[in-house]
């Protein structure tokens, strides 16, 4: 949790000041580290005023994730009975995606905000794709506005989860090549659209291809660690009837589920299966093919063995979100419940989810409390502690290593991350004292040199253009042999020096692009959902 409430606590400083955060100098050790690059902040922006108008960051937190929740169950709402008309089905699936027991591990036993923001359009791209097939069966708005509702919904994705990207985008081309294969007498204009949707999707989402392109070439970023787990399905089915969440301190392994209200889903799902119709049917068996491909169950050790490249996605639980998604809009298809029985099964989910919620409070409480900030020699251990609003600074000021800090880090720098997250100025190569004090973009350093020489500063040399100053006079730099800025010859003395990071003008223009054309998308959604 704290590795996003610490990109969100930098945002959200940045933006208060009218500047965007390139390298994070608040934050992730303040070492400027270029986590922006990588992780997509750009739809962190629907969660950042609430941490404004908020005094209490915790309370903004929750404030926050109500908030995403209540927007998923509304897209997911629509989304359904845009293809479906029927709106108690669809109701009913609103509420079972967002308490669905993968839902719940996401939002409170893991915080992966990239995910759950990625979620939240995840409906609104199945909905698209049925527009694509079956034009005449879907309403009027989403068939007008399909590829511009699809092309949005990836953006949205690739601005917020590069592996869910990814994930999505394979099974969307999947789908849509399937349609121009199968229906060869409207090649011509599916193709036009298809080309408004990749074009449009390459604008919008410029800013994130280009930060990863720019920072992964030619510097050698070592990346996430490359392994691949695939859960057991025996434990995914207790785990599910069990209904399970925990706060975050036990192996995920244990406590992964569907939850049990998506095995009755299911179980509804198969005894109505002859009133599901096409989608209903296909929709099924996807859930299916995913509920097992989340598992061991699939051949997951081959496969990787041929491809290893597959192990960029880490876990095969991510496919567990797919799952839940087509069980539910298999759902949607069997006969309509009445608004009587509706009423009563939304009284029961909500009770399950009552009772779940409070047990995970209650175990939250027997977690220790963040009171100090965590040093080299008293890390912070990773999902092992609870923080209040006092707790929530000192987790920002922390020394982080575990979850996330070393993910992005070249060879060199990762080979050398403790000691430059320790802020050790060399000079040369002799650890100096300093005094330090940090900006947005910007690190600022006072020092007593004993003799001429080199200065290895603390911060890391990544893709961006750099303005070094040492008492107001612009310096050379260059990579040190961490990994970080270095200026040599310089005099013996006292020394104020500032290192202030800049985009190249590629980056800016990228990230002009994308915002345009995501605002642009935006208003048409809106302007769709209104109308």
């Known amino acids: 949790m704290h590795f996003h409430l610490n990109r969100i606590y930098e945002l959200k400083e940045s933006l208060v000041n009218l500047k965007y955060p390139w390298a994070n100098f608040l934050t992730f050790n303040k070492v400027g580290y270029p986590i922006n690059s990588f992780y997509p902040n750009l739809t962190l922006v629907l969660v950042i005023p609430f941490y404004i108008l908020i005094h209490n960051p915790i309370v903004a937190y929750y404030t926050s994730l109500v908030f995403i929740i209540w927007l998923t169950e509304i897209i997911t709402y629509k ?21 669905s027991g993968y839902m719940t591990f996401v939002y409170w036993f893991a915080f992966e905000l990239g995910e759950i923001l990625s979620f939240m359009v995840l409906p609104i791209i199945v909905s698209s794709i049925v527009a694509f097939y079956k034009p005449k069966t879907v309403s009027k708005k989403l068939n007008q506005y399909r590829w511009k509702l699809l092309a949005f919904s990836l953006i949205w994705i690739t601005n917020s989860h590069v592996l869910m990207a990814l994930i999505t985008n394979v099974m969307v081309l999947i789908s849509l090549l399937v349609l121009l294969i199968s229906d060869s007498q409207k090649f011509k204009s599916r193709i036009n659209e298809y080309f ?57 392994h244990l406590v992964l589920n ?34 097992v491909a989340s598992t061991d169950l699939f051949p997951w050790d081959p496969i990787v063995k041929i491809i290893p490249q597959i192990q960029i996605l880490q876990f095969s639980f991510r496919f567990l979100i797919y799952s839940v998604l ?87 720098q990762k080979y050398h991350a403790q000691e430059i997250f320790k802020h050790d100025v ?80 590629y980056t800016l223009l990228s990230l002009v692009v994308s915002l345009i054309i995501i605002l642009l998308l935006l208003v048409n959604v809106i302007r769709i959902t209104l109308i």
């Open 426 to 505: 060399l000079s040369n190569n002799h650890k100096i004292k300093s005094n330090s004090k940090f900006d947005i973009n910007q690190a600022n350093y006072k020092i007593t040199l004993n003799h001429d020489g080199n200065l290895d500063l603390p911060v890391l040399l990544d893709n961006f253009k750099y303005r070094v100053t040492i008492d107001d006079f612009l310096m050379k730099y260059h990579k040190s042999s961490r990994g970080t800025i270095q200026v040599d010859q310089v005099d013996s003395g006292k020394h104020n020096i500032k290192i202030i990071v800049q985009p190249h003008w």
């Open 79 to 99: 989304s359904a009975k845009a293809i479906s008309h029927k709106i108690n089905n669809s109701f009913l699936a609103a509420v079972f995606y967002v308490s």
């Open 258 to 291: 569907m939850g049990i209200v998506m095995i009755v889903v299911m179980m509804v799902c198969f005894m109505d299966f002859h009133n599901l119709g096409m989608f209903g049917k296909t929709f099924f068996w996807l859930g299916v093919l995913f509920t």
């Open 326 to 412: 087509f069980l539910l809009f298999s759902f949607i298809f069997t006969s309509e419940k009445s608004l009587k029985s509706s009423l009563l099964i939304f009284a029961c989910v909500m009770s399950i989810n009552l009772n779940k919620m409070y047990n995970f409070n209650q175990s939250g409480q027997n977690q220790q409390p963040l009171t100090e900030k965590a040093t080299y020699k008293n890390r912070l251990l990773y999902s092992k502690f609870r923080i209040d609003n006092h707790g929530f600074i000192e987790m920002i000021n922390s020394y982080h290593e575990i979850g996330g800090p070393k993910d992005y880090l070249s060879t060199i």
């Open 196 to 252: 408004k949707v990749a074009g449009v999707y390459i604008l919008g989402s410029l800013y994130v291809l280009v930060s990863m392109f720019t920072q992964y070439v030619g510097r050698g970023v070592v990346g996430p660690d490359r392994y691949f787990g695939a859960m057991s399905f025996k434990n995914l089915i207790i785990n599910s009837l069990d209904n399970i969440i925990s706060p975050g301190d036990v192996p995920a």
